[in-house]
Structures are given as C-alpha cells and as structure tokens.
C-alpha cells in the first residue's frame, strides 16, 4: 500500500527531532504489513518492545499519521512515536474506525491515542471488539463508554479473561450492577489494579473490625480509591480513623477513611484544621468534634472554609465556636442555602417582624419548606417582595 503524501513542514518537523537519535538503537514497536490479526495489543504493552533501527522515514510516516489522521499536535505525535512505529495506515485505520463506531468522537480519539499509541496495531476484531463489547453489555451508554475510554484507554490493553471480567465479578458480588457502573466510571483503575494486593486484605480488615456490608458496599462503590490504598497505609488510617472515637459499624467511619487515606487527603485534613484553628479560634477538641459529626467539613477547600465562616461570623455576627457544634451548616451551599435564607431573615428584622433572639440553627438546618413557611409565606402578606429577596432578585438594601 503507498504512502499518502504529506507536507514537507511535518517531514521536517519529525526528521528535525529524531536525526539526532536514530544514530542509536530505539526502542519502539515495529508494525509493516502485517495483517490485523497477528498483531495484539495485550503482548505489546505487557511485553518488553522490539529492539531495532528505525528509517527515518518510517518515523516520519508515522509522526504524519498520527498528526493528520488522529488529531495530534506535532509536539504529542513526535512524543507518540516513542511508542509505536507505522509502516503503513490499513491496520491504524481500521482501529480509528472501530472507536469512531463504538461512539467516540474524533477529539476522544485523538487523546485515547495520545494516551496509549500502542492502540493503533493492535488486532481490532480480536483484541479490541471483545472488550468494547464486554462494556457496552455493562449498561454502559455509548456516551459513557467513551468518556471512559477516554479518561482511561489502558482498559484496553488488559486480559479481558484474565482481567477485566473477575474484576467485575468481583465487584458484582459486593454491589449493585448499578453501582459497578458507577465504579467503572469514577474509579476504573480498579479494573487494572491486582486486587488481592490491597482492596481484598482492606475489605477483611474492616469485616474483622465489625464493619457492616451496607458501609463496605458504601465506601466501594462512592470511594473506590480509598480501598486501592497500600494494605499497610489503609491499616494505619483505619487506626487512625479508630482512635478519633469513630463508631465501625456507622457510615460516617466511611467519610472518614476518605478523609484520612492517602497523602493527599491527610494535607486537606491538617489545613483545615489549621484554618479553623488559626482563623476562627477552633480548639483541637472542637475540630475532632465537628469532624466525628460531619466528616465532610474537613475535606472542604479552604476557599469554601473562608468564604462561608467569613459570611456567618462577620456578616451574621454569630460566634464562630458554635459551628464546631453543627458542622454541616459549614457544608451547605453559600449562595444556594445560606445567603438567601439569611437575606430573608434580615428583611424581617429590618422591618420588626421577628425577634433577634432566634438560633442560627432555626435558619439554616430545616428542609426548604419549613422555613418557607416560618420565615416566608407567613409574612408574605405583609412583605410581598420577601420572595424576591429569597431567590436573590432584590437585594436586601433595597426592600
């Protein structure tokens, strides 16, 4: 099959990178004509690449068709090319031609390719459909896939046998099939990762700690990541988690954990723990007392901290400490619940109709529509522009 012309900008452009290279030998993987059926993508990803010289023509050709036929820009192909090596389109277009039917657009399938080049010679009627058609069967839409195959192509490269399908299985037998999608969407990796190493040993640990199914199900299917933790790193946090007076067998030990597990989730905790300590005048006590009741409030950022204690104590003029007692004040939205709700209420002092002695708790913890009816529709007669002050279509200086 002949070459398709290409232009001598994008000749240059790969020769220009890789002149000073091929001097030596590289390592990549080697396609010529081979039929789509001797090659498989699973023996190239987990197999050491074939050693060899490479023309510099072979990688121009190569560096072209992941330019001009996948959408990449020169910089990702070059990089690209690293991985995979084309010496002619059939089998690479048959490939692009298989996502592009399975629901991915030509944009999913430029990053699929960045992500995993390797893609591009594998054997798509023996390697790849099997699998795409396992998901698809997972009540998986084709927009789901997509974006799936999108965040994470390398679902593509493992055994489908050996792999992919006892991980659903697995997973299958803890949780809903509902909920297997939720994981194959949120935390996919766990299709890849060897789970006898970690979420198997974390789950037992945490049966042996008297953790009922209901929870475990919770924390697989909402907080997969935190059971894909290092057994030993998983154990310490549960320690942790165990010695801030957290109850196994209720659902907030679940938020905890996630709170805890991990580098990255221990320093959100310990700065929010230092801007409640250091700007609000929280005690230690205070700060493990919200966080047993509301583990939520310490996984905040600390823009969503600032913004809704600054609004309460130096808008509102409440005192700070006493949101330590209801932490899940600190977790509603700003502009959604608090400001609207508190708009109202200043409306009615404004205009006498209340007393100041009510709680702020009487304002911000009841359903929607018991404090419409409280704080609105009974004095609608008297205000009728409370509405508007409530969904925020008047401001309260203006009443």
């Not at 050693?51 to 690209?80: R, W």
């Not at 949780?175 to 006898?196: G, P």
């Not at 935190?226 to 938020?255: I, R």
């Not at 400001?339 to 709680?359: A, W």
Request: glycine share 4%; net charge positive; proline share 5%.
């Amino acid at each position: 099959m002949g070459v398709p012309p290409y232009s001598f900008n994008i000749l240059r452009l790969g020769y220009s990178i890789v002149s000073c290279t091929f001097a030596s030998t590289t390592k990549r993987i080697l396609v010529g004509d081979l039929k789509p059926s001797h090659i498989s993508l699973q023996n190239h990803l987990l197999h050491r690449p074939i050693t060899s010289k490479i023309s510099a023509d072979q990688h121009n050709f190569t560096v072209a068709y992941l330019i001009n036929s996948c959408g990449l820009s020169p910089e990702d192909a070059i990089s690209s090319s690293k991985w995979v090596e084309l010496q002619s389109s059939q089998g690479a277009d048959s490939v692009l031609a298989l996502l592009s039917n399975h629901g991915l657009s030509k944009t999913q399938i430029s990053k699929v390719v960045r992500l995993r080049p390797a893609i591009l010679v594998a054997d798509p009627e023996k390697t790849l459909l099997p699998k795409l058609e396992f998901f698809s069967s997972v009540v998986v839409s084709r927009q789901d896939l997509a974006r799936i195959l999108c965040f994470n192509p390398h679902l593509l490269a493992r055994s489908l046998e050996n792999q992919i399908i006892p991980a659903y299985k697995f997973l299958r037998s803890l949780i809903s099939e509902e909920n297997v999608v939720a994981v194959l969407k949120r935390s996919s990796w766990i299709f890849l990762q060897n789970r006898r190493k970690s979420v198997v040993p974390n789950i037992e640990l945490l049966r042996e700690l008297g953790m009922p199914q209901s929870c475990i199900a919770l924390l697989l299917a909402h907080n997969t990541q935190v059971l894909m933790h290092k057994h030993e790193n998983f154990a310490a946090a549960v320690e942790e988690v165990k010695a801030m007076g957290f109850d196994m067998k209720k659902s907030t030990c679940v938020m905890a954990l996630k709170a805890l597990c991990g580098e990255s989730s221990k320093f959100i905790w310990n700065r929010s723990r230092e801007i409640y300590k250091r700007s609000w005048g929280w005690s230690d006590d205070d700060v493990i007392s919200a966080f047993r009741k509301i583990p939520g409030c310490m996984i905040l950022s600390e823009k969503k901290i600032m913004q809704v204690m600054d609004f309460l104590v130096n808008k509102m003029g409440w005192p700070s400490r006493v949101f330590a007692a209801y932490p899940m004040i600190l977790c509603f939205s700003l502009e959604k619940r608090i400001i609207p709700r508190c708009s109202v209420v200043k409306v009615l002092l404004l205009k006498g109709l209340i007393d100041e002695d009510f709680s702020f708790s009487s304002v911000l913890l009841p359903p929607e529509k018991h404090f419409l009816e409280r704080f609105v529709t009974r004095f609608i007669n008297q205000l009728p522009m409370l509405s508007d002050v409530y969904h925020r279509k008047l401001d309260v200086k203006d009443v």
